[in-house]
């Protein structure tokens, strides 16, 4: 089954407390992508990658690091996580750049709460 | 600055009416414009897309119209059904060497059996 598949779904954890926030897609995608949902903020992009060793950042990748090292993986990596950082995040991938079909797959969403 | 307003946040339709989300944009680059859905507890789908140098594209009970003019984009569903009970977003992107696809804030929609 073709799928986005994050991890954790859900996690609780503590201000400077590093952690990282797996993705991994099974469609042999080039871009990937990862977004955070707040309310009444909508989606905003954190980083994107238009494939292996090339990121870059999106509209809010303060407090944030990616690394794609390999095509099926796009890891999002808080190394020092702050109360604000408290989010619901999503990662994407797709075949190539959207193109007009927009054909973004997203996966299931990871709910990540900082005390 | 916000590019892409979705200023109603949310919306009740009677099931078998129709529902019109609207969408406004600043950002004249913008040529692809897209429709997500998203379910509680889910990540979004995409729903449908507009190239810029149509006005309406239809498919099923889904039919998205752009005003290029106005820099406006509507999504109607005729008729709503329950299971249409969703946020959807509208994501308009640049397709000239802009690799960000742009979400506005979201409209609720609540389809009232």
């Known amino acids: 089954e073709a799928q986005v598949t994050q991890n954790p779904r859900y996690l609780i954890t503590v201000t400077g407390k590093k952690l990282t926030v797996t993705c991994s897609q099974n469609?042999?995608?080039?871009?990937m992508s990862w977004y955070r949902q707040d309310p009444g903020l909508g989606l905003r992009q954190i980083y994107y990658s238009m494939n292996v060793e090339v990121t870059d950042k999106g509209d809010v990748p303060e407090g944030y690091k990616v690394s794609r090292k390999e095509k099926r993986n796009f890891p999002l990596i808080l190394e020092s996580p702050s109360p604000n950082q408290t989010s619901l995040y999503f990662c994407?991938?797709?075949?190539?750049?959207?193109?007009?079909?927009?054909?973004?797959?997203f996966g299931e969403g990871s709910r990540l709460t900082v005390l | 600055d916000q590019q892409v307003k979705q200023n109603s946040p949310s919306l009740s339709v009677q099931e078998g009416r129709i529902s019109i989300l609207n969408c406004d944009y600043t950002?004249?680059?913008?040529?692809?414009f897209l429709w997500y859905k998203k379910y509680p507890a889910e990540g979004p789908t995409f729903l449908i897309s507009i190239s810029s140098i149509k006005d309406k594209n239809e498919d099923g009970r889904f039919t998205v119209f752009l005003n290029k003019s106005a820099k406006h984009l509507s999504l109607h569903i005729v008729p709503s059904q329950p299971g249409d009970s969703a946020v959807y977003f509208c994501a308009p992107y640049s397709g000239a060497g802009s690799y960000q696809l742009t979400f506005g804030k979201g409209t609720k929609l609540s389809v009232i059996p």
């Open positions: 994407a991938s797709s075949l190539f750049w959207t193109g007009p079909r927009g054909e973004l797959f």
């Open positions: 469609m042999n995608h080039e871009y």
């Open positions: 950002n004249s680059m913008f040529d692809y």
